[in-house]
């Protein structure tokens, strides 16, 4: 290939790589035309979409407050209602309780008549009088007070008292009257306090009597007990003791006196060893009754001990019968072979 021919292929070569481009760029210019109308059209839709999506919140948004509002005005309701019910309860249950109250009050009130003027009554004849059916009625009296609540007890104490202790009419007295009247108050205070006193003491020596009667109970059951042939302190306790059997296997009742069963196990390898200690001791004492005596020898031509007027006795017998030495110290050494053995035994 010639030069020339080599540059027009060169100049032609550039030519077309210039009609491409501008060819491409036209192409890509209608792309993107193209692509900014697609863009309007999906940012435009996007914006009713987001207008109708905005509407139905603020729609919802109202329907939410609307029920809000219901809703707050049905508690409203419902806690008036309850409100008014329960003071209608409340009420109820006072006008319940002031009527008993007013009647619990006339019965205390007639109660209290009724022991003035037995009491009143009593101070006439001079002596205390109970028949039969009010001793009856005092003991249901003291059940039914026993069966009363702590707060039962205080309202009928404040009923009592206000029954008892009248309200003061100090209007329209002048001084001399009220100085009586503060001398009869202060007698009347002195007087309860006496009685306060009275009984308090005659609490005391009720409780000690008491005590003394409980003591005198226990050392009563057990005596009792011993008699029956149980442990003491048996029949002191707040339940009543078990019956005893004579043993697991054999079904009746242990008749045996608590001394018996106390001694039962008392002893065992003691006893045993006392009773052969005590044989052994009665074999060498009837051994050492019935050993030969021995006479002391003579001291100077005469017998040690001897009295006087006594008879001379004669030479052959003068210890002759004395046992020799050597037996003796056998016998010692017998007896203290036999005391390791025991001494063995023992430790076994």
């Not at 309200?167 to 009869?184: C, H, R, V």
């Not at 005391?204 to 050392?219: A, I, N, P, S, W």
């Amino acid at each position: 290939m010639s030069d020339d021919e080599y540059y027009e292929e060169e100049t032609r070569s550039n030519t077309s790589k210039k009609g491409d481009e501008a060819f491409a760029k036209a192409k890509a210019g209608i792309k993107k035309s193209e692509l900014d109308e697609q863009l309007k059209e999906y940012i435009n839709e996007w914006r009713k979409q987001r207008v109708k999506e905005e509407e139905e919140l603020k729609r919802l948004k109202e329907k939410q407050a609307k029920r809000k509002e219901i809703r707050a005005e049905q508690e409203k309701k419902l806690a008036q209602q309850k409100k008014e019910e329960e003071e209608k309860i409340r009420k109820e249950e006072a006008e319940k309780k002031a009527k008993e109250a007013e009647e619990k009050k006339k019965r205390m009130e007639e109660a209290e008549s009724k022991r003035q003027a037995m009491l009143e009554a009593q101070k006439e004849s001079g002596g205390k009088k109970q028949s039969t059916a009010g001793g009856a009625g005092g003991v249901t009296d003291a059940r039914k007070e026993m069966s009363k609540t702590k707060e039962q007890l205080n309202e009928e104490m404040k009923m009592a008292l206000s029954i008892k202790i009248k309200p003061l009419e100090l209007e329209g007295l002048d001084s001399d009257e009220l100085k009586k009247k503060a001398e009869e108050l202060f007698n009347m205070i002195v007087q309860l306090e006496t009685d306060k006193y009275d009984y308090e003491q005659r609490k005391v020596t009720q409780d000690y009597e008491l005590k003394e009667l409980k003591e005198r109970q226990k050392v009563q059951l057990r005596q009792k007990a011993l008699k029956k042939g149980l442990d003491p302190e048996a029949l002191t306790g707040k339940h009543p003791p078990k019956i005893r059997m004579y043993s697991k296997y054999e079904r009746r009742t242990d008749t045996r006196t608590y001394e018996d069963r106390k001694k039962l196990y008392e002893g065992g390898w003691e006893v045993i060893r006392a009773e052969a200690l005590e044989a052994m001791w009665k074999e060498k004492y009837d051994e050492w009754t019935k050993r030969p005596k021995a006479r002391l020898p003579k001291w100077f031509g005469e017998r040690p001990g001897k009295k006087a007027g006594d008879p001379e006795t004669p030479e052959d017998e003068e210890g002759g019968e004395a046992p020799p030495p050597m037996e003796e110290e056998e016998e010692e050494e017998e007896e203290e072979e036999e005391e390791e053995e025991e001494e063995e035994e023992e430790e076994e």
